[in-house]
């Protein structure tokens, strides 16, 4: 029997499309292996949102050749993708796999094997369907993601993605509800939906958008959570929140991407609403859900960032309180508009931005984590065991630490106090 290793770079979409391949090569009678060990196969599924997902892409490609010089080294994901588009060669890979081509992975595989033709690729812009996957294996043993979209029609100046994911397609309807109860049955407690831009699930379909299709989730009995990754702002409007309050199975965790809290920023973004536009959106959340969850993303140092710029950002954060924030640094990715901005800040400068909106963020989180004291919440327990402690998490995506239970376990547990880093003490 061959074996077969894989190794995941960068958002849960790559992680649930690693989790496709895998199921496929376990079908075909292949072993999967830990990357640690000696494999026949390597399959690196790589990222390239930012300029630290190249490096990190680059060594685990390197480290695979290393742990085993005869085996086939396959590369795939958005490094290969953008690779490919530049006709750039990528070092120690011996075959290299676009984005729309990973569906047919085992018979690329097998047709190397016979001719050593190295790359396989299409162009991604051209690609219209969704590739549908049977039989996902998880390595994730308490939630469930489940991909339902794919592309982005949106090319924000800074971003590779909608060139490297190509246009939006989504998943056929039947298809998401087969899977999201075929996972429960298996005793998922939670399912995830996710996506490269999930809001726009349903455009290219014509009869269904995202409220639509949780409405059918919410009513599988089988389903206990549902919970949703990463929204564009647009998503969130007075019928969507009136219809989600109606949706007793959905978490109340809303991570809303905002990427700046500065208005000329957004714009050179090319984000498509404002500050106060976003704020609205988050006033609506809070009205129907007194205690969701609210996170996002947040850009420093994009190209042109004044200090002036930053303090704006920064005071309004202050201002609207979402409870986490992903902060990171830009980074310049080679094909994009911001590319060629002028006004390139300095990496120290950066650094020093994000770790002001991360010390920002930590004390938020703490103060978030807080009002669930003496609250009863619902616990959905972890692998993870810290300190004594078993973690998991609330509705909410509140962090918590819990003295009984198991992993799996999906209790009722009242918060007793929070801890230096944010995490809530339940029993």
Same mark, same amino acid.
């Given at each position: 029997?061959?074996?077969?290793?894989?190794?995941?770079?960068?958002?849960?979409?790559?992680?649930?499309?690693?989790?496709?391949?895998?199921?496929?090569?376990?079908?075909?009678?292949?072993?999967?292996?830990?990357?640690?060990?000696?494999?026949?196969?390597?399959?690196?599924?790589?990222?390239?949102?930012?300029?630290?997902?190249?490096? !990190?892409?680059?060594?685990?490609?390197?480290?695979?050749?290393?742990?085993?010089?005869?085996?086939?080294?396959?590369?795939?994901?958005?490094?290969?993708?953008?690779?490919?588009?530049?006709?750039?060669?990528?070092?120690?890979?011996?075959? $290299?796999?676009?984005?729309?081509?990973?569906?047919?992975?085992?018979?690329?595989?097998?047709?190397?094997?016979?001719?050593?033709?190295?790359?396989?690729?299409?162009?991604?812009?051209?690609?219209?369907?969704?590739?549908?996957?049977?039989?996902?294996?998880?390595?994730?043993?308490?939630?469930?993601?489940?991909?339902?979209?794919?592309?982005?029609?949106?090319?924000?100046?800074?971003?590779?993605?909608?060139?490297?994911?190509?246009?939006?397609?989504?998943?056929?309807?039947?298809?998401?509800?087969?899977?999201?109860?075929?996972?429960?049955?298996?005793?998922?407690?939670?399912?995830?939906?996710?996506?490269?831009?999930?809001?726009?699930?349903?455009?290219?379909?014509?009869?269904?958008?995202?409220?639509?299709?949780?409405?059918?989730?919410?009513?599988?009995?089988?389903?206990?959570?549902?919970r949703l990754g990463s929204l564009e702002p647009s998503f969130i409007t007075e019928n969507t929140i009136v219809r989600l309050s109606a949706l007793e199975k959905v978490?109340?965790?809303?991570?809303?991407?905002?990427?700046?809290?500065?208005?000329?920023?957004?714009?050179?973004?090319?984000?498509?609403?404002?500050?106060?536009?976003?704020?609205?959106?988050?006033?609506?959340?809070?009205?129907?859900?007194? %205690?969701?969850?609210?996170?996002?993303?947040?850009?420093?140092?994009?190209?042109?960032?004044?200090?002036?710029?930053?303090?704006?950002?920064?005071?309004?954060?202050?201002?609207?309180? %979402?409870?986490?924030?992903?902060?990171?640094?830009?980074?310049?990715?080679?094909?994009? $508009?911001?590319?060629?901005?002028?006004?390139?800040?300095?990496?120290?400068?950066?650094?020093?931005?994000?770790?002001?909106?991360?010390?920002?963020?930590?004390?938020?989180?703490?103060?978030?984590?807080?009002?669930?004291?003496?609250?009863?919440?619902?616990?959905?327990?972890?692998?993870?065991?810290?300190?004594?402690?078993?973690?998991?998490?609330?509705?909410?995506?509140?962090?918590?630490?819990?003295?009984?239970?198991?992993?799996?376990?999906?209790?009722?547990?009242?918060? !007793?106090?929070?801890?230096?880093?944010?995490?809530?003490?339940?029993?």
């Amino acid at each position: 029997m061959k074996k077969v290793a894989f190794y995941t770079l960068g958002c849960k979409v790559n992680q649930y499309e690693t989790d496709s391949m895998r199921a496929m090569f376990c079908h075909h009678g292949f072993e999967a292996v830990d990357f640690s060990e000696l494999a026949d196969v390597y399959v690196i599924n790589t990222c390239t949102v930012t300029a630290m997902g190249d490096k !990190k892409s680059r060594q685990i490609i390197s480290s695979a050749k290393k742990t085993n010089p005869d085996a086939i080294v396959v590369v795939t994901g958005c490094m290969a993708q953008n690779a490919l588009s530049e006709k750039k060669e990528i070092e120690y890979a011996d075959l $290299v796999i676009g984005n729309a081509e990973r569906k047919n992975i085992l018979s690329i595989l097998e047709e190397y094997e016979k001719t050593h033709q190295k790359v396989f690729a299409s162009d991604i812009k051209k690609e219209t369907e969704f590739w549908e996957t049977e039989g996902i294996i998880s390595e994730d043993r308490t939630r469930a993601y489940i991909k339902i979209q794919d592309g982005c029609d949106r090319f924000c100046s800074y971003c590779i993605i909608p060139y490297v994911r190509g246009r939006v397609r989504s998943r056929n309807p039947e298809e998401v509800i087969k899977e999201a109860v075929s996972m429960a049955k298996k005793g998922f407690h939670e399912i995830v939906l996710i996506g490269i831009h999930l809001a726009s699930y349903g455009k290219d379909l014509g009869n269904i958008s995202l409220i639509e299709i949780l409405e059918q989730l919410n009513a599988q009995e089988e389903i206990q959570r549902i919970r949703l990754g990463s929204l564009e702002p647009s998503f969130i409007t007075e019928n969507t929140i009136v219809r989600l309050s109606a949706l007793e199975k959905v978490c109340k965790h809303f991570h809303l991407s905002l990427q700046s809290g500065c208005d000329t920023v957004l714009q050179r973004m090319n984000r498509r609403y404002t500050t106060a536009e976003f704020e609205e959106k988050v006033n609506l959340i809070r009205s129907a859900f007194p %205690l969701a969850s609210i996170t996002t993303d947040i850009i420093v140092g994009f190209p042109g960032e004044t200090e002036e710029e930053f303090e704006t950002t920064y005071s309004y954060l202050e201002k609207i309180r %979402l409870n986490k924030m992903h902060v990171f640094p830009y980074s310049k990715r080679e094909g994009t $508009v911001a590319a060629k901005m002028a006004g390139q800040v300095s990496r120290q400068l950066k650094k020093k931005r994000a770790e002001r909106l991360i010390t920002l963020s930590e004390k938020n989180e703490k103060a978030f984590a807080e009002q669930f004291v003496g609250k009863e919440v619902e616990v959905l327990l972890e692998d993870r065991v810290k300190e004594g402690y078993r973690e998991g998490y609330t509705q909410e995506y509140v962090t918590v630490r819990a003295k009984e239970g198991s992993r799996g376990d999906v209790l009722m547990m009242r918060g !007793k106090k929070v801890f230096s880093d944010g995490s809530l003490l339940v029993e």
